[in-house]
Nanobody
Framework: EVQLVESGGGLVQAGGSLRLSCAAS????????IGWFRQAPGRVREGVSC??????STNYAGSGRFTISSDNAKNTVYLQMNSLKPEDTAVYYC?????????????????WGQGTQVTVSS
């Protein structure tokens, strides 16, 4: 059974940093593309970043403030978020797809975690 468990969210002041973690299990970790998405109230789910062994890492949001990385030994993907802004406030989700290339759309992914709340205060 594929499982994705996010952690690391919380409340932070504008300008601060957070590192989100996505612990994966139930599949061959380095054969999948793993993405981070976020969804703010009333808005569509937005692609943030993605990493795969086939095409490396790609950022879709954050304007260079976010960095995705993976630890294959721990089956964990991280999202380092720096210089956070109030508009980064959202529930952040980890997602996985057996297709080995990254995609920016939620429909590109088959498996989802439960999400972790990130709140940035001004």
């Amino acid at each position: 059974e594929v499982q994705l468990v996010e952690s690391g969210g919380g409340l932070v002041q504008a300008g601060g940093s957070l590192r989100l973690s996505c612990a994966a299990s139930g599949f061959t970790f380095d054969a999948y593309a793993i993405g981070w998405f976020r969804q703010a109230p009333g808005r569509v789910r937005e692609g943030v970043s993605c990493i795969s062994s086939s095409d490396g890492s790609t950022n879709y949001a954050g304007s260079g403030r976010f960095t995705i990385s993976s630890d294959n030994a721990k089956n964990t993907v991280y999202l380092q978020m720096n210089s956070l802004k109030p508009e980064d406030t959202a529930v952040y989700y980890c997602a996985a797809t057996a297709f080995p290339l990254c995609g920016s759309m939620a429909i590109d992914y088959d498996y989802w975690g439960q999400g972790t709340q990130v709140t940035v205060s001004s």
